[in-house]
């Protein structure tokens, strides 16, 4: 019940472990308010029946009425005493979710949700360190990663239920948000609030790497992308020079340097396509290609007719970019 | 539409734009407008390094198909050929939006409010322009 790569309950960094300590007193207290109510509920019904078959109209004795009046005074006191823990307990979660934010700087990634995909754009004192990818978001472990998040036509909401709480992306006010794992993994993260047609599928995925990964990792994002080797690598690169693609795309190393829709430098080393809705392999790469709307009717990729053997070269040359 | 060849000898008929009576389509345009960066150039349509085309004055034609033909082959001076590179249903979409920004089209057609800062009157709220031909650079 408490397994899973997107759920609250499966706290895998400091951010979202104190949401479930939250969560978990609450739960526990909650239950056991539940329980005790019930039992007082069953004992007044057994006790009220009993009386009533002795006595039809109702009379109380001063002392049986003062002892009445402690118990609900009591009870009342002992609600607002459970509330006032909650209430404390919650603010100062929350207070500690945004606490020093300006110190959880130890990597900085700029998010701006797009309809239906999400842009990532490392941030780096370095500018050559600097660059953009879509829908996969490498962090390192044991690091805490400043998010700053922005809506790039509507408002969406960035929600990794492992790592951290919601926050909205709204189009032109930054908001920020830090979260860290504390081990390596996948987290699946989800757009939360309702920005159109392909809502539902408007996921991305975190994956936490060893430092050392990491690293690597980012050394082969800030490249440029790689030359196509082969014959039809070539003519896949100029199907994507001379068509549609280049309208909307980025290729970094090429000509193609538009920014509506996601940067493909290094699509080939993506585990899925299409904001975590397909894997990414050469049947669907093709078939999105050709009729993206079939997949996510209603995303901005219009269809492209392209002959067969372009397709394939298409096909080849994006493989190709890792 | 995609046998309609604009500069070819012998149109017919003159081209019917459906998206000319699609409000959908011209909000499409417009957006179109912004993210194939023609902008860039006409900006907003007060025209810059290209020419204006909120205004009356028109160089090659006026028609959809004149307009189609414009961003299909490019025109001297600058424009580009976006041949293969739009699809012919999102250029049918632009040109209704260019012919909007004149007023040419229905009110409830014509896109009502820029998702940001204004930076004149909406396609909507704009006079219709008769439109004129001219020659490049005859009137500036």
Redesign the interface.
């Known amino acids: 019940m408490t397994g899973g790569i997107q759920s609250a309950l499966n706290p895998a960094g400091p951010n979202a472990g104190s949401l479930a300590r939250l969560w978990w007193l609450m739960f526990y207290v909650n239950t056991a308010v539940y329980v005790l109510v019930m039992i007082a509920l069953v004992i007044a019904i057994r006790k009220g029946r009993r009386q009533s078959d002795l006595n039809p109209v109702l009379t109380l004795s001063a002392q049986t009425e003062t002892r009445r009046r402690n118990t609900v005074l009591s009870a009342v006191i002992v609600t607002t005493l459970v509330l006032f823990v909650f209430l404390i307990y919650s603010f100062s979660t929350g207070r500690s979710l945004t606490a020093d934010i300006g110190q959880k700087n130890g990597l900085s990634i700029e998010v701006t949700g797009r309809q239906w995909w999400w842009e990532v754009r490392y941030n780096d004192v370095d500018a050559s360190n600097i660059f953009t990818t879509a829908n996969e978001i490498h962090i390192p472990v044991g690091v805490p990663v400043l998010f700053t998040l922005q809506g790039g036509?509507v408002i969406h909401s960035f929600w990794v239920p492992n790592l951290a709480g919601k926050k909205d992306l709204i189009p032109?006010k930054i908001s920020t948000q830090w979260l860290q794992a504390d081990k390596p993994g996948v987290y699946r993260g989800q757009c939360a609030e309702y920005c159109g047609l392909q809502h539902a599928r408007m996921a991305f995925w975190i994956v936490a790497d060893t430092p050392e990964q990491f690293i690597a990792w980012r050394q082969n994002q800030t490249q440029s992308s790689v030359p196509p080797s082969t014959d039809s690598q070539r003519r896949g690169q100029q199907v994507f020079l001379?068509?549609?693609c280049?309208?909307?795309h980025t290729i970094n190393g090429t000509t193609a340097g538009?920014n509506?829709g996601p940067n493909l430098t290094h699509v080939g080393s993506r585990n899925t396509i299409a904001a975590a809705t397909l894997s990414n392999t050469r049947e669907h790469l093709a078939r999105w290609i050709v009729d993206s709307q079939q997949f996510k009717p209603g995303n901005k990729m219009?269809?492209?007719n392209l002959g067969q053997d372009d397709l394939n070269a298409l096909v080849d040359y994006l493989q190709s970019l890792k | 539409m995609s046998d309609i060849h604009p500069g070819s000898a012998g149109l017919p008929q003159p081209v019917q734009n459906q998206s000319d009576y699609r409000a959908y389509d011209t909000s499409q345009g417009k957006q179109l407008f912004t993210q194939y960066n023609c902008v860039g150039c006409h900006f907003n349509g007060g025209g810059g390094i290209g020419p204006p085309l909120m205004d009356e004055q028109w160089i090659y034609g006026d028609s959809p198909e004149n307009i189609y033909a414009t961003i299909v082959e490019g025109r001297p001076n600058g424009m580009p050929s976006f041949r293969e590179k739009i699809p012919d249903s999102q250029v049918w979409q632009l040109a209704a939006y260019v012919r909007s920004m004149s007023g040419q089209l229905r009110k409830d057609v014509e896109p009502g409010r820029n998702d940001d800062m204004n930076s004149r009157r909406s396609e909507q709220r704009t006079q219709e322009k008769k439109p004129q031909r001219t020659t490049p650079g005859s009137n500036r």
Do not use: I, K, L
């Open positions: 036509d032109g001379s068509s549609t280049v309208m909307c538009s509506f219009p269809q492209n």
